[in-house]
T-cell receptor, first 115, second 113 residues
């Protein structure tokens, strides 16, 4: 089966510009996660979706970050405006439901550089 | 609250030597524990998982880990390191159910020829 797809893989923008990242989860996976990974750190959860509903967005900086998962499949994460400190890797992951809900499959990530 | 501590941000071993990457966890309930590997410019790949079955868990690429409740540890081992094992390794914990993974800061493994 195809893995989690993310695009773009790399993005360089100037501060104060908007940016968007796209994720296509594994087919049939109802749960979708966005993680932030700073250099030399482990991933940290930004938001979790169950189908189209955001069930955990407590760590999402809502003043500049937004996310959506229309129709419960693809998802988009947006930053507007970007700040220098947003430079990081943004990872998307998906998870099957039921007895395997604890498994998460990660995409390759989008590396954002804000100059 | 759950947490994970990975001892050693960088571990270097010779090719063919034992690999030991340390992970200690904190959890108020029986945890699910995971090891992930991340190669440069790639996403995380699941190596192995502990989900309250056998305490010795075997994963891909010859890795295994042992859950020790008394020590709150879940160390990752491999008997003989290969050059292709050089990567970043992350230990993660979550409670049962649909709670978020909490990752450690990672350990970078270098393998010397």
């Amino acid at each position: 089966e195809a893995g989690v797809v993310q695009s773009p893989r790399y993005k360089i923008i100037e501060k104060k510009q908007p940016v968007a990242f796209w994720c296509n989860p594994i087919s049939g996976h109802n749960t979708l996660y966005w993680y932030l990974q700073n250099l030399g750190q482990g991933p940290e959860l930004l938001i979790r979706y169950e189908n189209e509903e955001a069930v955990d967005d407590s760590q999402l900086p809502k003043d500049r970050f937004s996310a959506e998962r229309l129709k419960g499949v693809d998802s988009t994460l947006k930053i507007q405006p970007a700040e220098l400190g947003d430079s990081a890797v943004y990872l998307c992951a998906s998870s099957p439901g039921g007895s395997r809900s604890y498994e998460q499959y990660f995409g390759p990530g989008t590396r954002l550089t804000v100059t | 609250a759950q947490s994970v501590t990975q001892l050693g941000s960088h571990v270097s071993v010779s090719e063919g030597a034992l690999v030991l990457l340390r992970c200690n966890y904190s959890s108020s309930v029986p945890p699910y524990l995971f090891w992930y590997v991340q190669y440069p410019n790639q996403g995380l790949q699941l190596l192995l998982k502990y989900t309250s079955a056998a305490t010795l868990v075997k994963g891909i690429n010859g890795f295994e880990a042992e859950f020790k409740k008394s020590e709150t540890s879940f160390h990752l081992t491999k008997p003989s390191a290969h050059m292709s094992d050089a990567a970043e390794y992350f230990c993660a914990v979550r409670n049962s159910g649909n709670t978020p993974l909490v990752f450690g800061k990672g350990t970078r493994l270098s393998v010397i020829a």
